[in-house]
């Protein structure tokens, strides 16, 4: 599905249901978690989040300069659960893996606890990017 029919089908089921989790509307949209992520913060004008839920940017007071999902802003945000979750999953990785991961915060941690001896095979830029040291 194309950009603009996301926003589109996006607008089309909050008009309907008024909120949706974000996981319900990667799978109405047939995208990842973070494609949506994405969509809402290049589209803040016409979405945003409030209370863990997707929801028209019109519905919410105040709602002016809201930029949605920003890796910077987030890479904080429950910053000790990821580093213990990163630790956890680090240790699982053995050598000669393939990964394939999302691009949010979490796998930036991850991705600076597996040691540079272990080879791994990555799919994901910004991991691979935290791998070769040049990530935030």
């Known amino acids: 599905m194309l950009k603009p029919d996301r926003l589109r089908a996006l607008a089309d089921a909050l008009t309907r249901q008024n909120v949706m989790r974000l996981r ?3 799978a109405l949209l047939g995208v990842s978690e973070m494609t949506v992520r994405r969509d809402i913060a290049a589209n803040s004008d016409r979405f945003t989040y409030l ?3 997707i929801v028209s940017a019109t519905d919410v007071p105040n709602n002016a300069g809201n ?8 890479k904080d945000h429950f910053a000790q ?3 213990e979750a990163s630790a956890i999953a680090a ?6 893996e ?7 915060t979490t796998f930036v941690a991850l991705a600076r606890l ?13 991991f691979a990017e935290c791998r ?3 990530a935030p």
């Open 98 to 104: 393939t990964l394939f991961v999302d691009c949010g």
């Open 51 to 53: 209370g863990g839920y």
């Open 67 to 74: 930029a949605g999902y920003s890796l910077e802003q987030e």
């Open 132 to 134: 070769r040291g040049v």
């Open 114 to 126: 597996i040691p540079p001896e272990r080879h791994v095979t990555v799919g994901g830029v910004l």
């Open 81 to 83: 659960a990821k580093a």
């Open 24 to 26: 319900d509307a990667a």
């Open 91 to 96: 240790g699982l990785i053995g050598n000669n």
